[in-house]
């Protein structure tokens, strides 16, 4: 695991907080060569300087559930597997740490699969530390494949993107060797060459919007990183599962905020959609985008090619460009937030005439104190409440 940025402590301190079989791992930090050095090494801090919470009793010679530098044929396990055992390294003096290398017990099914991370100056005051993974939502898990093209390569990532819009770190690693293996729980680490950011248009997740059942529908203010007209929204159980009748919303301001379904959405049953972004695109733009009007290969223009193409795909004089209906229900759309459809299930109730009458149980979505019921009589003169 490397962290965000580099931090200056002596100590590590290691939380399982899920695991395979048993707490169990062998770890080691990533030290900076030097303050003004890029790269990192290993330091398989020694057996005598690190600490546990808790450790599993031996039953003989031959085991040693505390032995956990990186290259040790065991590791340390807990005296029991629960939330808040840890595990210390101490590095010997105040230095510039990068990451942690971590490997499961050495003859054991046994490992651990996600942690938390904290530091400390003198072992007494720690600071919770951010971790560094791959980006949710890109496919290969965040791995980009490399085409040579032309003298130069094109790295991409083998399928629609769903991750939600923002920058992301752009991190290398050279190629590996024939027959070279990393397992997915060290491939992390060796992406250690930070070489720029990427800037993915898109929505920002965790937004709440709300309709009331049956009305008009329209929600303003989508938020994300560089929306534009003609964006497309639609109301899913899930993002990318089938539903072919939720109906479809464009942008319809520059921003690409605005989203008015009119009376499109009114046939919506009363509960919460997840609410699904998507650009529409064009076969060039994935295929070759270099081959797209005035656009060149460069080692340096990943962010202005991504928009570039996207700029270039409405673009009048892109000619024989063949839309991908990945902007249709069962394609690559991407979570924007929940669409709250407010108000009442329909039903048939039943009263007697000249008794009290009272419509229950009445079934919805955030219906509250407060609400009120009108009756108006149906005919085929007034068919509907709005009539």
Request: aromatic share 8%.
């Amino acid at each position: 695991t490397l962290f965000t940025e580099p931090i200056l402590a002596r100590y590590l301190r290691i939380y399982p907080t899920r695991w395979h079989g048993a707490i169990s791992l062998r770890a080691a930090p990533l030290i900076q060569v030097c303050e003004t050095c890029i790269a990192s090494t290993v330091v398989d801090v020694v057996d005598k300087l690190r600490r546990s919470s808790s450790e599993k009793p031996i039953a003989g010679p031959s085991e040693c559930f505390s032995c956990a530098q990186l290259a040790s044929d065991y590791g340390w396990t807990a005296g029991v597997s629960r939330q808040g055992e840890w595990h210390q390294m101490d590095t010997g003096r105040y230095q510039s740490i990068t990451g942690v290398a971590i490997r499961g017990y050495a003859d054991a099914q046994e490992w651990i699969e996600e942690f938390m991370l904290s530091h400390s100056r003198d072992g007494k005051e720690w600071t919770r530390i951010r971790e560094a993974k791959s980006a949710l939502g890109f496919p290969n898990n965040g791995q980009a494949v490399g085409i040579p093209y032309g003298g130069t390569v094109q790295f991409t990532w083998p399928g629609p993107t769903s991750a939600q819009g923002g920058s992301f770190n752009i991190c290398w690693r050279g190629a590996l060797n024939d027959g070279q293996y990393l397992d997915p729980a060290s491939d992390i680490i060796s992406f250690g060459t930070s070489i720029g950011r990427l800037f993915l248009d898109g929505p920002v997740g965790g937004q709440t919007f709300r309709c009331n059942v049956g009305l008009l529908c329209r929600i303003v203010g989508l938020a994300g990183e560089n929306l534009r007209l003609g964006d497309s929204l639609r109301p899913l159980a899930q993002c990318g599962l089938p539903g072919g009748s939720a109906p479809v919303a464009y942008a319809g301001d520059e921003e690409g905020t605005d989203f008015d379904w009119g009376f499109l959405a009114a046939g919506l049953e009363p509960k919460s959609y997840r609410l699904c972004w998507c650009r529409p695109w064009t076969v060039e733009q994935i295929a070759v985008p270099w081959m797209l009007p005035n656009m060149t290969p460069t080692t340096n223009t990943t962010t202005s090619t991504m928009r570039a193409v996207i700029e270039a795909s409405n673009d009048s004089d892109l000619d024989g460009g063949e839309a991908v209906p990945l902007c249709e229900v069962g394609g690559a759309f991407v979570d924007a937030g929940v669409l709250i459809v407010v108000g009442p299930r329909r039903g048939l109730f039943t009263c007697d005439a000249g008794q009290p009458c009272a419509v229950t149980p009445l079934e919805g979505e955030e219906l509250i104190d407060g609400d009120r019921l009108l009756l108006a009589r149906s005919d085929a003169l007034a068919p509907s409440c709005l009539s």
